[in-house]
């Protein structure tokens, strides 16, 4: 065989989900075997990739966002749109956590883990030593821990000189800071690991240990066949829309005893048929209540007398005057706006979603109601209208002001704070830099800005 053949045979097995698949598998019974030597300690998949190789029911129901580019070489950061301080509850109950994540061939440990969690328990250290008033122990590490394999000590100094700026930045944010009473390190294991650490009992912990776990084994081109009959394929979970067909982890792990089972040729037509069975249950789940805003009715709005939705996916019948129960001189309490993918809906999203959006829920908020807003993905541009919302209804306090703070009050200061407030609240929130900078348009730019400012903001539900 050729070397072009070769290689063909390679990207085609890469992309075979029966491989990727039964690679999961694999890797996810070794992340069984950390669980089981750390069964006190919460098991935490990093999103998206972590989700394949923890099963749900060892895995805890929260989630921890850390991206391996905020670790890449020379573009190293902290962002505060992604602190993940909703984990540190966690790991005070618990005296730390066990984090999952993997990666492709060519590494052993992937960015994330190697390099982005240990800047933020360094970070995180050093803004709680900052923000401290007396209750730290004398000594408190705020050092830098990096794998000496993967992180080169040019690399590892370059990162510490960053250290103090990005913590002085999180010290000084609207983020809440639990009372930590030792500092958070990160400790790695991987398939190559041949003895798991051991921990002193909580209290006599120096530390709260934070277990990065790389889930893959480290191969030759990142392929390996297997007895069994399948190509192991190093980091599998990866870029699961490339070879997924539009399996997710949660469908997965919901019929993995069935999916393994089943024979190469015939998995694709199984997977389109979860798939299918799949989107027929499809609804958004509002609280955790079932409420379908896909066929709002006047029976699901009686259920939630004091709440106002507000709909934003790109499938649902544009209303320009809203939709369902509305009675007399009241306006509707669901509005429904067709929002477009791609660059149309960002455009779309400055001139007509945010327009419109804005004095709905002024409305309802003079009532005292409950806003839920919704879009196809709820990390998006729902959050960058509840951005909107709340720089132009609330105070600094938190407070309601239906009627309205004036523009001169509102700054890309106040943008960053409220888009802070709903992150502590809401950790799965992750609006796009689009998205944001359409909200900074929407509020503050000139040539957006009405010849009435105030009705840019309030006008059109009263009238």
């Known amino acids: 065989m050729d070397t072009a053949k070769a290689l063909g045979e390679l990207r085609r097995e890469s992309q075979s989900i029966f491989n990727r698949i039964h690679s999961i598998a694999e890797d996810a019974a070794f992340v069984k075997q950390v669980y089981d030597h750390y069964p006190d300690l919460p098991l935490l998949p990093n999103m998206r990739c972590g989700a394949w190789y923890t099963d749900p029911k060892i895995a805890s129901t929260e989630r921890a966002y850390f991206k391996s580019t905020d670790g890449h070489t020379n573009n190293w950061s902290f962002n505060l749109r992604r602190p993940n301080l909703h984990i540190l509850p966690l790991i005070i109950e618990h005296a730390g956590l066990v984090l999952v994540d993997s990666t492709r061939a060519g590494k052993r440990i992937p960015d994330a883990l190697s390099k982005t969690v240990p800047m933020w328990c360094a970070v995180v250290n050093t803004a709680i030593l900052k923000r401290a008033t007396g209750y730290l122990p004398e000594i408190w590490d705020t050092t830098l821990y990096t794998p000496p394999g993967s992180v080169s000590l040019q690399e590892h100094s370059q990162i510490t000189l960053r250290l103090d700026r990005w913590a002085s930045e999180l010290a000084a944010s609207s983020y809440r800071l639990p009372e930590l009473d030792r500092p958070l390190r990160p400790i790695w294991i991987t398939p190559a690991t041949t003895v798991f650490p051991t921990f002193p009992n909580p209290p006599d912990h120096e530390f709260y240990p934070i277990i990065c776990v790389s889930a893959s ?210 950790p799965q929130a992750n609006p796009s830099r689009t998205t944001l900078k359409r909200v900074n348009d929407f509020l503050l730019s000139p040539l957006v800005q009405s010849s009435e400012p105030s009705k840019t903001f309030t006008s059109g539900m009263d009238e």
């Open 217 to 426: 084994k480290q191969v030759a081109n990142g392929t390996e066949r297997r007895a069994s009959g399948f190509a192991y394929i190093q980091g599998s979970g990866d870029d699961h829309e490339l070879w997924g067909m539009g399996l997710t982890p949660n469908l997965y792990w919901k019929h993995h005893h069935k999916i393994l089972t089943t024979g190469s040729s015939e998995l694709p037509d199984l997977v389109r048929s979860l798939l299918s069975n799949a989107s027929q249950n499809h609804s958004i789940d509002i609280d955790h209540n079932g409420v379908d805003l896909s066929e709002p009715d006047s029976e699901s709005l009686r259920a939630h007398p004091n709440a106002a939705f507000l709909c934003l996916t790109p499938d649902s019948p544009d209303d320009p005057n809203g939709s369902v129960a509305s009675t007399g001189d009241e306006p509707p309490r669901m509005l429904r706006i067709q929002t477009p993918d791609g660059k149309k809906g960002q455009h779309h999203f400055l001139i007509a979603v945010l327009p419109r959006s804005m004095p709905f829920i002024a409305h309802h908020l003079q009532r005292h109601r409950t806003i839920c807003i919704a879009c196809s993905t709820g990390t998006d541009m729902s959050v960058g209208v509840a951005v909107a919302a709340l720089a132009v209804y609330f105070r600094a306090d938190g407070s309601c002001f239906p009627q309205g703070n004036a523009r001169s009050e509102i700054s890309k200061d106040v943008v960053k704070t409220r888009l802070q407030w709903i992150i502590s609240s809401y």
